[in-house]
């Protein structure tokens, strides 16, 4: 099946830098979203894209649609202690009746 | 209280045994999934039904079946469990206006452990 690649597997980062973390397809997406998932937790949807190109922000979390529609990026700026967790990304080939498809997560640590 | 409850969070079983593990949702969501996550490989789907009449076949059903036994409840079960099915399952929803924005709601998942 379809798989979709993150990058990097896992960050160790300092209080208050940024971070930049991308997942990319062998395949095209018509949609791509983020999910962060707490330790101890289930994911939940943090952006989502539905065109590409697009650049969307939430807080201080920005993702973009890769022009190609085969990639996206996630970049937090500013990281603080609640940031910590998994980071997966998702694509959705058609609206309204296709299931997603996930990526392998990208692990974020923050060191005191 | 949680809107899509899992139970049991955490399971020890062994190999050979039948395990259950349910997903119950107050949401009042069409759809329901079933998905496993592994370290290393993300998440990945293993049944989802659209609704009560409605099962489908994720890209790992073997080993697993479900059952929609009301709009509310989906429950995953494992005929006879083997230790890869070591892992974390999530139960997860939508309905078909938030499914187009492919948002999902995922409950707090449950811990399997088969020795």
């Known amino acids: 099946g379809q798989q979709l690649n993150q990058s990097p597997q896992s960050m160790f980062i300092q209080e208050g830098e940024d971070v930049s973390m991308n997942c990319t397809s062998s395949?095209?997406?018509?949609?791509w979203l983020w999910y962060k998932q707490d330790p101890g937790e289930g994911p939940v949807l943090l952006i989502a894209?539905?065109?590409?190109?697009e650049l969307t922000s939430n807080g201080r979390l920005t993702a973009q649609f890769g022009i190609t529609r085969k990639d996206s990026f996630l970049n937090i700026s500013a990281s603080i202690p609640s940031d910590v967790g998994i980071y997966f990304c998702a694509g959705q080939l058609d609206f309204g009746n296709e299931k997603l498809t996930f990526g392998t997560g990208t692990r974020l640590t923050i060191i005191p | 209280d949680a809107d899509v409850t899992q139970t049991p969070r955490n399971r020890i079983t062994k190999t050979g045994k039948r395990i259950m593990l349910e997903c119950s949702q107050t949401?009042?969501?069409?759809?329901m999934y079933w998905y496993r996550q592994d370290p290393g490989l993300g998440l990945r789907l293993i049944y989802y039904s659209f609704d009560v009449k409605d099962i489908n076949k994720g890209e790992i059903s073997d080993g697993y079946s479900v059952s929609r036994q009301a709009q509310a409840k989906f429950s995953l079960s494992l005929e006879s469990a083997i230790p890869n099915q070591t892992a974390l399952y999530f139960c997860a929803t939508s309905d078909y206006g938030q499914y187009r924005t492919g948002e999902l709601f995922f409950g707090e998942g449950s811990r399997l452990t088969v020795l």
């Open positions: 949401k009042g969501h069409d759809r």
């Open positions: 395949s095209i997406f018509n949609t």
């Open positions: 894209l539905y065109k590409a190109g």
